[in-house]
């Protein structure tokens, strides 16, 4: 690793723990990967790095966006923004740049507006999605985990792009059973190399079960999974399993995970 690199890096990294303090924190001083929180106007974006050994002088660092509350196109356009400040700072260390960058953005973040659609005459009344010939990755449904008449299920597939994962969420709906789950909580994370560097485009849905997407989004981050969809339905059977449903959840992820062929060894 070129000694320049090092002592930029070093000193990078201590500025940034200097400025932002609690909100920086140091996920594995090994690999050289950190994590900070930026928060602004009730939001906040968390944002994860990986310094590689030949940044800042060749490469950009490597990165991913967690926000679940940010609606896709948000994303996209943040991602914009990042890879726009390195390709003007190329060669320079631009951590700082990108907090900043996604500071602004969140100073001046405005939610996508939603079209409103007047139905036509005559209105559709219902959908049949079994109807629907939909071309999407293929599904690996895992075992069923039950306790105390609630059950978990699992479902995993291979997705290349947003697009993918919407054609396995509606897919999955075509099964009446899954339909009418009472959660069907997910989570993602896909890969997207350029000629910028490495990124990582992600996000969850709890579905009415609170935290859930984000712990099976984390689990994802800690397996370092790519290109990997996960769906986890729960049908509650009237008993609350208080903290032990967040167990079932995270083992019904990594087990179909590994039964799709996806867990990464």
């Given at each position: 690793m070129d000694t320049d690199n090092v002592a930029k890096q070093a000193e990078e990294v201590e500025a940034l723990s200097s400025i932002y303090g609690d909100d920086w924190m140091t996920e594995s001083a090994e690999t050289r990967s950190y994590r900070i929180k930026?928060?602004?106007?009730?939001?906040?974006?968390?944002?994860?790095?990986?310094?590689?050994?030949?940044y800042p002088s060749q490469s950009p660092p490597k990165y991913e966006l967690s926000a679940p509350w940010m609606d896709r196109k948000s994303k996209e356009k943040l991602h914009a923004a990042l890879d726009e400040v390195y390709l003007e700072n190329i060669g320079e260390m631009v951590l700082f740049q990108w907090v900043e960058k996604i500071r602004e953005y969140l100073q001046t973040f405005k939610p996508a507006a939603v079209e409103k659609i007047e139905p036509k005459s005559p209105a559709v009344e219902s959908l049949d999605l079994a109807l629907l010939d939909i071309n999407c990755p293929?599904?690996?449904?895992?075992?069923?985990?039950?306790?105390?008449?609630?059950?978990?299920?699992?479902?995993?597939?291979?997705?290349?792009?947003?697009?993918?994962?919407?054609?396995?969420?509606?897919?999955?709906?075509?099964?009446?059973?899954?339909?009418?789950?009472?959660?069907?909580?997910?989570?993602?994370?896909i890969e997207r190399k350029t000629a910028k560097g490495t990124s990582i485009l992600q996000d969850c849905d709890d579905d009415g079960e609170a935290h859930a997407g984000g712990r099976m989004l984390h689990l994802l981050q800690i397996l370092d999974q790519k290109n990997t969809l996960v769906v986890v339905s729960r049908w509650y059977g009237g008993i609350q399993l208080g903290p032990d449903r967040f167990r079932h959840i995270n083992n019904a992820t990594r087990q179909v995970i590994q039964q799709a062929g996806l867990l990464k060894k």
């Open positions: 930026i928060e602004e106007n009730k939001n906040d974006v968390l944002l994860y790095v990986t310094l590689p050994e030949n293929d599904i690996t449904h895992g075992e069923v985990i039950a306790d105390r008449k609630s059950t978990f299920q699992g479902h995993a597939a291979e997705v290349q792009s947003i697009e993918d994962v919407n054609a396995v969420l509606t897919k999955l709906k075509q099964n009446k059973k899954i339909l009418n789950a009472t959660h069907n909580m997910y989570a993602y994370r």
